[in-house]
């Protein structure tokens, strides 16, 4: 089984920033995207951020110049480096990756469990 682990989340002022970092664990051949979302009270789960096998980027509108994803195969690992948050950022977090288990001959996107972003004076 393949299991991912977010950590870094909490509450921060409004310009403040946080890193989020997401480890994945388990039998793994190789991973293919990785993202992160959000989903805020009351609303659908959304992308925040992506970045391909190759490093190439997408971000929301919202956060785009204030995020930064990041991906460092070697371990295992993807990123959220946000800075001068916002009230409207405050949401869960959530990354997904898309794994290629050993044991399997294509891919699953597997999900964290979420961490809680606050953004509050």
């Known amino acids: 089984q393949v299991h991912l682990v977010e950590s870094g989340g909490g509450l921060v002022q409004p310009g403040g920033s946080l890193r989020l970092s997401c480890v994945a664990s388990?039998?793994?051949?190789?991973?293919?995207?990785m993202a992160w979302y959000r989903q805020a009270p009351g609303k659908e789960r959304e992308l925040v951020a992506a970045?391909?096998?190759?490093?190439?980027?997408h971000y929301a509108d919202p956060v785009k110049g204030r995020f930064t994803i990041s991906r460092d195969n070697a371990v295992n690992t993807v990123s959220l480096q946000m800075n001068s948050l916002r009230p409207e950022d405050t949401a869960v977090y959530y990354c997904?990756?898309?794994?290629?288990?050993?044991?399997?001959?294509?891919?699953?996107?597997?999900w964290g469990q979420g961490t809680l972003v606050t953004v509050s004076s």
């Open positions: 997904k990756i898309a794994v290629l288990p050993l044991t399997l001959s294509g891919f699953l996107d597997i």
């Open positions: 970045v391909t096998p190759g490093r190439i980027t």
């Open positions: 388990g039998s793994i051949a190789s991973f293919g995207d």
